[in-house]
């Protein structure tokens, strides 16, 4: 017997196999080459239900007795859900993918050809999970974000798909971003300790190689964005909230976007050292209730991506002040973690340091939450207690779990006071400055800064200035008079004026108008002391430490006025002199016109003329 060649008529099985008949004898074999294929794309767990295997004319010459599919899965073989369609030669069938993956199984049609004669094409599906967060579109291999970030009023949390990795199967992430608190969100720090995050490579949610791009991408030049394009420089437009002129991190060259940002965001606030960190800027702000997404490199977890950053403080207006008052005003941003915040203020160095000046925030208003979202938020505080016509600092301080960031410095000065009434012997004085002068009020030194009235008895600290010192002249019987027309006039007060400086010292005055300043010995820490004269137990004390001056009073002064160390005491009715306290006594000098010194351990009175001096010896 000879062999017979048969030609069938051309369909999409023909095309495909070469269909050779070879008659043997008077046996007959159909042979059937392997196919070309089909593709399918599923999600795990979610009933797929189409064409499995293609034809653009119709298939086969004889009407099938049955079709088979082989999923792929580990599944057995499907021969229910199999549909022969007449007229295009398609195959539908229905089947749900336990798991993502790609499987690769057969479609077979028996008696496609005649009796005997079956076809069998390959069929290939690619099985994605079943995105948690839908906020992203599919990019790459992905079908969802592989991170989502959720803001609320409360604070902030980052969620990870187990089911979507590195969207171009390496180290890139695409994440989402949902605002559900009640304001707009207009920028979010991001970090990730020891990573590359912010080292953008090329590959983002445009270029992601194999797979689509992100919707929205474009190439400036014209190319084609996406799996198989050829583009490597597609980006989303540049969004109009970002700087003009400005370049992303990471750009390439022809783009200033990288290709990694969404369709409403930019990044920036990216080191050139250190890519762990940056800011993604949203442009249009986030509104509540919106969510968008973007891509990163290296996030390896949820867990360990940071949200937030140090809190951002900003100026406000210039604060409000009185003689004693001040308001300040500022704005906090939290920057998306729980941030307190308070203000540090105090008075200028000039007045606690000499010829020195600037900052010393030694008092601050109590702390209070902001919030933990990414705004900027008004922030406020009253002070009191202030010294009057004095400079002072403020600024503002904030502190999140990131970090404790401080706003700028901000100078300002009290009002001045009202003149202060005429004085009143024995109850209170009227005092000025010239230099650094202190004056101990409620406890504390605070600086003389304008002519102000102190109670008796204050103690001054006038080691590196001069207090001028007025007090009432004495007993004040009348302090009204009548004029000729009979109206009663206040009366004049009599005074007298002392300047003292150099030294510390107590200033008190009896009813009569003796006033008295006194030496004040450990007023404060650093102060003149005694204790400064002590050697140790058992040591002889030299010339040099028993005649150790620990502190020199210069006065001058018109009425009656008296000058007290602690040996000796002073009292002139208008002269210029000194007294000092020594380790071994106390000097007085004389400079001009006399002066009366009393010696309190011999109990004598010396009458000191000018140019004398007079050493009032300590007990031994």
């Not at 995105?131 to 604070?155: A, E, H, K, Y």
Request: one cysteine or more.
């Amino acid at each position: 017997m000879g062999v017979l060649g048969m030609r069938r008529p051309v369909s999409r099985f023909s095309r495909r196999f070469a269909v050779i008949f070879a008659a043997v004898g008077m046996a007959l074999f159909v042979i059937v080459p392997a196919a070309l294929g089909d593709a399918i794309s599923a999600q795990a767990g979610v009933p797929f239900s189409g064409v499995v295997d293609t034809a653009q004319a119709p298939g086969c010459s004889s009407t099938p007795t049955g079709v088979s599919i082989n999923w792929g899965d580990g599944t057995a073989v499907d021969t229910t859900s199999g549909r022969y369609n007449a007229s295009n030669g398609s195959v539908s069938g229905t089947h749900t993918f336990a798991a993502k993956g790609s499987f690769f199984g057969t479609v077979t049609i028996t008696g496609c050809f005649g009796s005997g004669s079956d076809a069998t094409d390959s069929l290939t599906a690619t099985v994605t999970a079943v995105p948690q967060f839908t906020q992203c579109p599919p990019v790459g291999v992905n079908s969802g974000c592989q991170f989502l970030i959720t803001v609320t009023n409360n604070g902030n949390s980052v969620q990870g798909d187990p089911n979507q990795g590195p969207y171009e199967s390496a180290d890139d992430s695409l994440i989402g971003v949902v605002n559900n608190s009640s304001s707009p969100i207009s920028h979010m720090p991001l970090s990730v300790p020891g990573s590359d995050l912010f080292n953008f490579e090329g590959d983002g949610i445009c270029n992601p190689g194999a797979g689509p791009a992100a919707p929205g991408c474009i190439d400036p030049g014209g190319g084609t964005c996406g799996g198989g394009g050829t583009s490597f420089i597609c980006s989303f437009p540049k969004p109009a909230g970002q700087p003009a002129g400005y370049t992303e991190p990471g750009a390439p060259t022809g783009n200033t976007q990288n290709g990694y940002e969404g369709p409403t965001t930019w990044y920036s606030n990216v080191s050139a050292t250190d890519t762990s960190k940056g800011v993604v800027n949203f442009s249009p702000a986030l509104q509540p209730g919106q969510s968008t997404y973007f891509s990163l490199e290296e996030p390896p977890t949820s867990t360990t991506i940071g949200v937030g950053s140090s809190p951002t403080p900003g100026v406000g207006s210039p604060p409000k002040v009185g003689t004693s008052t001040a308001s300040f005003s500022g704005t906090v941003n939290p920057e998306g973690l729980s941030t307190t915040a308070f203000f540090q203020y105090g008075l200028d160095l000039r007045y606690t340091k000499l010829h020195a000046s600037g900052p010393n925030y030694d008092h601050q208003t109590p702390a209070r939450v902001v919030g933990s979202d990414f705004n900027d938020h008004s922030f406020t505080a009253q002070v009191s207690g202030l010294v009057p016509n004095a400079i002072y600092h403020v600024r503002l301080v904030a502190k999140n779990g990131d970090g404790t960031t401080f706003g700028p410095d901000v100078v300002f000065k009290t009002d001045k006071d009202g003149a202060p009434g005429p004085p009143i012997a024995g109850k209170n004085f009227n005092v000025s400055a010239t230099g650094l002068v202190l004056i101990k009020l409620h406890g504390v030194f605070v600086p003389l800064t304008e002519l102000r009235q102190i109670p008796n008895g204050t103690i001054i600290n006038a080691l590196h200035g001069t207090l001028t010192l007025i007090t009432a002249g004495g007993t004040q019987h009348a302090t009204l008079s009548t004029n000729a027309k009979g109206k009663k006039k206040s009366k004049k007060v009599k005074t007298q004026t002392g300047k003292f400086g150099g030294a510390v010292f107590k200033v008190t005055q009896v009813r009569s108008g003796l006033a008295t300043i006194t030496l004040v010995s450990n007023a404060f820490k650093g102060a003149p002391s005694f204790a400064s004269c002590k050697t140790k137990k058992g040591k002889a004390v030299s010339a040099a430490v028993s005649s150790k001056t620990l502190q020199l009073l210069h006065s001058s002064a018109h009425g009656k006025f008296r000058t007290k160390g602690k040996y000796a005491a002073a009292t002139v009715r208008g002269t210029i002199w000194t007294i000092a306290d020594r380790c071994d006594g106390t000097l007085t000098h004389a400079i001009k016109d006399t002066v009366t010194v009393s010696d309190f351990v011999r109990h004598k009175t010396i009458i000191l003329r000018p140019g004398h001096s007079y050493l009032a010896k300590a007990k031994k």
